[in-house]
């Protein structure tokens, strides 16, 4: 299997896994929005931003080390040292860690909790460690490039957290603690599971433990954690910044039109970035650089193959997808969507394009480029948000998104050029604001019936004319397709 091929294969697993993860998405956004009003959902997205950052801090870059180290450790049947390693070191640091947050907690003012009450935050900060847990294992699958039962539990992870916090706010305890109680009890069910198979599989021992290993995962892990908390901070700052100029109402606004385009990034691009780490450094270390760099020219063209048409599609369709998914109290958030689906897709790209900097292991840039892209963020929020309210702050991200991505690839190409092809690129864009006139100017009712017609219509132009332009994909697709044939009608 080529390993163009194969990222397609191991995407496809992935992006089965988000479809489900995205239906998860677009099942609970209405019921919350509906639950809460929209100065609540503001807030309740505040925490949750909260819990993303400290989670970060707390995994102190374990599962970036986890992906970087496995092939190495596997290909030399090492893989007891490098589990016992992460296992039996990482899991008490990251407890030490989350102590370390319980007892600022402690000691911070209590007008910060005049609203929630401490005890809440006790119950997010012990959510953020079991997170933490599980994800320590659940990237053990990812590396291991186990990726149907990777979906697996990832699909129950959100559905149970769904699930469970649903039940509790509406029939025991009506109001945010519920909420995260159960989710609370719905991560510990998934920790127990994800242990016990893990240990039905590895064997963790302390004779296997190395220190040097560990010194490594750090020297690695922590930079790419300092950035990661960079680049959470980058992703969602604007959030805190909103709320201290115009207050929770638009909060909420920004929050719904931010956490709809997020979904449907994450749909495209978490399928394919979850793919291609593990196979890059599997073909860095068995076939070479050369191999790796054709490996990242196809990677971004097939990559943006999909989002621009994804990206111009939703921003066509934005203010009646909104309204109809969360009620026409939150319209008014369409109204960020085409700068926030922007600056989210075009920052997906880093993926293909910082692969130098993780190749080589310069995770140290990362940092150094995420703190310059949050500083200057932050300061375009608080120029554009006073003036301009929440379109500035979405304005603001795009800019500085832009801004971070042209600076992470003039370094990682100094380290690992490859070719793009800049010509099909430019022929997907072209044909990505084609259907986005089609789609834009179809006269249809601003119904499911309606929206759904042109989500068809657009696709389907786009995948025609595609496939009518570009002879390399359509020879592809048409081998693909008597390989195919040939295979159902080949005699058993």
């Known amino acids: 299997m080529s390993q163009i091929r ?3 294969v191991h995407s496809s697993h992935y992006l089965a896994g988000q479809a489900f993860l995205m239906a998860a998405g677009f099942i609970s956004f209405p019921i919350f929005t509906r639950i809460f009003s929209v100065s609540d959902y503001g807030i309740f997205c505040l925490i949750n931003s909260s819990i993303f950052i400290i989670q970060t801090f707390v995994a102190h870059g374990t599962n970036h080390s986890i992906v970087r180290f496995y092939p190495e450790y596997k290909h030399t049947n090492k893989i007891d040292i490098l589990h016992s390693t992460i296992v039996l070191l990482g899991v008490p640091l990251a407890l030490a860690l989350t102590g370390f947050v319980l007892v600022i907690i402690r000691y911070l003012p209590d007008h910060l909790y005049s609203q929630y009450g401490r005890s809440l935050f006790y119950v997010v900060t012990i959510i953020i460690f079991v997170k933490t847990f599980n994800s320590l294992f659940i990237t053990v699958l990812r590396a291991d490039q186990r990726t149907k039962f990777y979906n697996i539990v990832i699909i129950l992870n959100r559905y149970g957290n769904i699930v469970f916090s649903l039940f509790f706010i509406l029939f025991l305890i009506r109001d945010l603690s519920g909420f995260y109680i159960g989710q609370l009890l719905s991560e ?42 960079l680049h959470v901070l980058l992703s969602y700052a604007d959030r805190y910044l909103i709320q201290f100029y115009i207050g929770s109402g638009p909060l909420g606004l920004y929050s719904a039109g931010y956490n709809l385009s997020s979904y449907l990034t994450d749909f495209v691009k978490l399928p394919i970035n979850k793919a291609i780490d593990p196979i890059l450094l599997s073909i860095c270390t068995s076939e070479g650089y050369q191999k790796a760099k054709h490996f990242l020219t196809k990677a971004l063209t097939y990559y943006l193959l999909l989002v621009l048409p994804v990206a111009f599609g939703f921003i066509a369709i934005r203010r009646d997808f909104i309204s109809m998914l969360a009620t026409p109290k939150f319209a008014e958030a369409s109204s960020i969507i085409p700068y926030v689906i922007t600056a989210n897709m075009l920052y997906a790209l880093q993926a293909v394009l910082n692969a130098g900097i993780i190749v080589y292991k310069k995770t140290n840039i990362l940092f150094i480029l995420r703190l310059l892209g949050l500083l200057f963020n932050i300061i375009l929020n608080v120029l554009f948000i006073p003036r301009y309210g929440i379109v500035g702050a979405a304005l603001a991200t795009l800019i500085s998104y832009i801004v971070y991505t042209f600076c992470i690839t003039i370094y990682s190409f100094r380290l690992l050029p490859f070719p793009v092809e800049y010509r099909r690129i430019a022929l997907y864009f072209l044909l990505s604001v084609l259907m986005f006139l089609v789609v834009h100017y179809t006269p249809l009712m601003s119904t499911f019936v309606g929206l759904s017609i042109k989500i068809i219509l657009g696709a389907s132009f786009y995948c025609t004319c595609v496939l009518t332009f570009d002879t390399q994909l359509r020879s592809l697709f048409v081998r693909r397709f008597k390989d195919s044939a040939l295979g159902w009608t080949r005699p058993a």
């Open 6 to 8: 194969k990222l397609f």
């Open 188 to 229: 510990l069910i998934l920790a127990t599971v994800l242990l016990l198979n893990f240990l039905a599989k590895y064997k963790l021992r302390l004779k296997h433990i190395s220190l040097e290993l560990f010194r490594s995962s750090l020297q690695f892990g922590l930079p790419l954690t300092s950035s990661q908390v």
